[in-house]
């Protein structure tokens, strides 16, 4: 497994993972552009995955950003942001072995929003109040690709 800054002093923080075999990777937070017990106002990220069985019965964890956690649902062919339980954006009809870009920010301006993307078309928010998830954003105690340091006992790295 071979985890890589792609640029040095890189200010976007962008890193890759490469890997024959089933692997996750974990980051450090750069606290430069966090500070240890910052109160982050918005926060953004991205990443491309791609399964080799999306429809399996695993709660596979893609992305953990401790409280936040990026999950394939078990059984559907499926991805979804999940936050205390309550899950929110959730895709439709993946494919497996097929490359997907997903995308979500959030904000705590204005009451509060949550933008949700699978490769650049914009998803369904769900039926949960946004407000749960972007009224008091926290911030993240890990930046785990493929995995979470929470794991609950019914979840698998991916």
């Given at each position: 497994m071979y985890g890589y800054e792609q640029i040095p002093q890189?200010?976007?923080?962008?890193?890759?993972?490469?890997?024959?075999?089933?692997?996750?990777?974990?980051?450090?937070i750069n606290t430069a552009l966090v500070p240890p017990g910052s109160q982050p106002t918005s926060f953004a990220i991205e990443f491309w995955f791609k399964a080799d069985d999306v429809g399996s019965i695993n709660l596979e964890v893609l992305l953990g950003l401790t409280p936040y956690k990026m999950r394939k649902k078990a059984g559907l062919a499926q991805v979804l942001l999940l936050f205390k339980d309550l899950e929110f954006c959730a895709t439709i009809n993946l494919e497996s072995k097929v490359w997907y870009h997903y995308a979500l920010s959030i904000s705590s301006a204005n009451s509060g929003s949550l933008n949700c993307y699978l490769n650049g078309e914009a998803l369904n928010v769900g039926t949960n109040p946004v407000s749960q998830v972007a009224t008091n954003i926290f911030s993240f105690t890990e930046v785990s690709f493929g995995t979470s340091t929470t794991l609950k006992p019914n979840e698998v790295p991916f």
């Amino acid at each position: 497994m071979y985890g890589y800054e792609q640029i040095p002093q890189n200010c976007a923080g962008e890193m890759f993972l490469r890997t024959s075999d089933t692997q996750y990777m974990t980051v450090p937070i750069n606290t430069a552009l966090v500070p240890p017990g910052s109160q982050p106002t918005s926060f953004a990220i991205e990443f491309w995955f791609k399964a080799d069985d999306v429809g399996s019965i695993n709660l596979e964890v893609l992305l953990g950003l401790t409280p936040y956690k990026m999950r394939k649902k078990a059984g559907l062919a499926q991805v979804l942001l999940l936050f205390k339980d309550l899950e929110f954006c959730a895709t439709i009809n993946l494919e497996s072995k097929v490359w997907y870009h997903y995308a979500l920010s959030i904000s705590s301006a204005n009451s509060g929003s949550l933008n949700c993307y699978l490769n650049g078309e914009a998803l369904n928010v769900g039926t949960n109040p946004v407000s749960q998830v972007a009224t008091n954003i926290f911030s993240f105690t890990e930046v785990s690709f493929g995995t979470s340091t929470t794991l609950k006992p019914n979840e698998v790295p991916f």
